[in-house]
């Protein structure tokens, strides 16, 4: 199991594996969103969400949770969303976004109802800190919710034209998950996430976790595409051929291939206290 890196300062060769400003950010992120907003929308939903509830989006990505909050918070609720990345980012009437490296600048704030932050911390060396950090900027009463991907267990293959077909990709997604722990990432966090909130102090923890089949073809399965596309430079320095690669893409748009998702692990707690009324 992938360990942190001392707390007190980040390791080299931990940046981000993925460039948000590229082409192929686009079509990843809207796979994601297809796939993870209707699951975290019900994990912040009522009570959570209310009207006049301050809200910290943190790693916003492309703020479709932000924009999600600060409807449901409506004119008298206020909700932040920070990155290092503001591309795809637009301030609009309650919601603000702000450049913010969650890792070495305070929180942007205090007193916050609610802060989510979905596939942030698992690619930060510092995330128990980090974890730390965002309780300490809660309101009494109010809920840190986050959300990772456990990629602990091997992706399943359901269906494949070839078990030649089923190696390459297993072949192609472990190296892709190899290079995001290259990078820092620790692929197991989220079973570590519970416990961490339960650390900080936080009440009422729970945890849900999900995962679906993706057919070939579909918008979820595309996100190992659009993932190895991001990837490919290293992809191809680890040993993967440029043929590989495309049979690969191909084998992700055989409607005769199917397979798991990685399993989406959501885990929320509260800070003790009176909500906010």
Known sequence: MPTDVPETESAPGTDYAFDTGAADAVPQLHALEAFLDPITTGRLAAPLLAPGVRCWEVGAGGGSVARAMAAAVGPTGRVLATDLDLTHLRPAG???????????????????????????????PERRRVLRTLAGALAPGGWLVVEEFDCTAPLRVLTAPSDDAAKLFAQVTDAMLSILQSHGADLAWAQDVHAELAAAG???????????????????????????????????????????????????????FAAMSYQFVSSRGRRRGPARP
């Open 202 to 256: 936080l009440v009422d923890v729970d945890t849900v976790s999900h995962a679906q089949s993706w057919a070939g073809g579909s918008l979820g399965i595309s996100l190992y595409g659009t993932n190895s596309r991001q990837l490919e430079p290293e992809l191809l320095d680890a040993g993967l051929s440029p043929g590989q690669l495309d049979a690969f893409r191909r084998l992700l748009r055989d409607s005769g």
């Open 94 to 124: 309650n919601l603000d976004v702000r450049r913010h490296d969650v890792r070495r600048e305070p929180p942007p704030g205090d007193g916050f109802d609610v802060i989510h932050a979905r596939l942030v911390l698992l690619h930060l």
